[in-house]
């Protein structure tokens, strides 16, 4: 069966301090793989998607980076954090064109 | 701007009573998908529908796709506080890689 892992599962960090969040998908091959940022109680913001190894889309213009090293890992970067930063950050899955998405358990960053 | 907006934001009800929830958009969409999320987990999906008019059943909730493809409705049916949470609707758009989420719905019911 899948499983999506994402670490840590919380995080505080001053303003300007660098940020990597990983997430790593198990029992499937060749995911679509998404990163999600969640204001308290509210809907997600897609920041970026990849289909593919070294394939990454922005959706929204920001201070963070992601990458995919690897066919089930997905790194959400930032070099310098800035207060608005803070969030609750998911990341998903979904297997060819089957939009449905399998979310992680998420990760709380708060920026001081 | 946010493609699927959803009514309404919060919503406080007695164990027992009847709700709906609403998703609409002006943009019409290939499918539909309803999720339920817990404080501080993931998103879980409930249901997608995927043809106009669509209704379909989840024990004591209700989900209808509208003819036009473009909303959709979450009926539930003798609220239980168990059913507490986010509710997100997320439309699939013909061509694009990713769904967009609706603005969420939180639901408190009240034992």
């Known amino acids: 069966s899948q499983t999506i892992h994402q670490w840590p599962a919380t995080l505080v960090q001053p303003v300007g301090s660098p940020l990597s969040l990983e997430c790593t998908v198990e029992?499937?091959?060749?995911?679509?793989l998404y990163w999600y940022r969640q204001a308290a109680g509210r809907g997600l913001q897609l920041l970026f998607y990849?289909?593919?190894?070294?394939?990454i889309s922005s959706e929204v213009p920001q201070n963070l980076s992601a990458s995919r090293p690897q066919d089930r890992q997905f790194i959400l970067s930032s070099k310098k954090l800035l207060l608005s930063d803070s969030g609750f950050y998911l990341c998903?899955?979904?297997?060819?064109?089957?939009?449905?998405?399998?979310f992680g358990p998420g990760t709380r960053l708060t920026v001081l | 701007t946010q493609l699927l907006e959803q009514s309404p934001q919060f919503l406080s009800i007695q164990e027992g009573e009847n709700l709906t929830v609403y998703c609409n958009s002006s943009s019409v969409f290939s499918s539909l998908q309803w999720y339920r999320q817990e404080p501080g987990e993931g998103p879980v999906l409930l249901v997608t529908v995927v043809t106009g008019g669509e209704v379909k059943k989840l024990k004591r909730l209700t989900f209808q796709f509208g003819d036009a493809r473009k909303d959709s409705s979450l009926h539930i049916t003798a609220a239980q506080p168990g059913d507490t949470g986010l509710y997100l609707c997320?439309?699939?758009?013909?061509?694009?890689?990713?769904?967009?989420f609706g603005t969420g719905t939180r639901l408190t019911v009240i034992p």
């Open positions: 997320a439309g699939d758009r013909s061509g694009a890689n990713n769904l967009f």
């Open positions: 990849s289909v593919g190894i070294g394939q």
């Open positions: 998903a899955w979904s297997l060819g064109a089957s939009l449905r998405q399998y």
């Open positions: 029992g499937t091959s060749n995911p679509n």
